[in-house]
């Protein structure tokens, strides 16, 4: 498969990019191509909803997106991965999310695979409860074909005691695929 993978964290090494790097790895040794996009570093401008786009068209923005939504539409399978931000997306991710709208309907005809991973700091039941909510609705809409999610709470950062449980997660769901 051709996978794009989206991430949403500014930290290099933070945690949502280890687990993708180990999601990357096990996805790499099954034998699958992988596009990864650090939305973080990319110039991406949040849309503005001017609607020139109509929802099927060039964006009024030349900036990284079009490369990525290229990429997402001549792809198998999209991979979200972003720490958690006020129990929800991060802001860099979440901007290149919203400039889906322009090429939406060719999006949702692809019916690519897709797969969540994410990070928090807190452990408790709730805190993953809102992106969790979010991004079935969002697979739902994108008519995607969710086959995994790893919600990596307790999380917080580069070394946490959680930190291998998760890794061979990642690691895993990559080579499952
Ligand atoms: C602006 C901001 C908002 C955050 N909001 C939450 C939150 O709502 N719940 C939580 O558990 N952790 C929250 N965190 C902590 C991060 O989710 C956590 O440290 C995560 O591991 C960071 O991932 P990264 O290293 O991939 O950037 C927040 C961190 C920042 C900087």
């Known amino acids: 498969m051709k996978i794009v993978v989206l991430t949403g964290s500014p930290h290099k090494n933070g ?6 790097d180990e999601f990357i790895r096990g996805a790499k040794e099954a034998g699958h191509n992988v596009t990864r996009f650090d939305t973080a570093f990319l110039n991406i401008h949040p849309c503005i909803g001017c609607d020139h786009c109509g929802m099927n068209g060039p964006c009024v923005f030349k900036d990284d997106m079009p490369e990525i939504l290229d990429a997402i539409l001549s792809s198998d399978m999209i991979v979200f991965a972003t720490p958690i931000y006020y ?19 060719e ?4 019916n690519l695979k897709s ?3 994410t990070t928090a700091w807190n ?5 993953m409860s809102g992106i969790e909510k979010h991004i079935n609705i969002l697979i739902d809409y994108l008519n ?3 086959v995994g999610m790893i919600l990596a709470k307790g999380y917080g950062y580069p070394g946490a005691s959680t930190e ?14």
């Open 144 to 146: 995607l074909d969710n």
């Open 87 to 105: 129990f929800g997306f991060s802001a860099q991710i979440k901007s290149a999310i919203d400039r889906f709208y322009s090429r939406n309907g």
């Open 164 to 177: 291998k449980g998760y890794m061979e997660e990642a690691y895993r769901l990559g080579k499952s695929l």
């Open 15 to 20: 945690t949502s990019n280890t687990l993708v």
């Open 107 to 110: 999006i949702q005809r692809r």
């Open 123 to 127: 452990s408790d039941n709730t805190v």
């Open 115 to 117: 797969a969540f991973i």
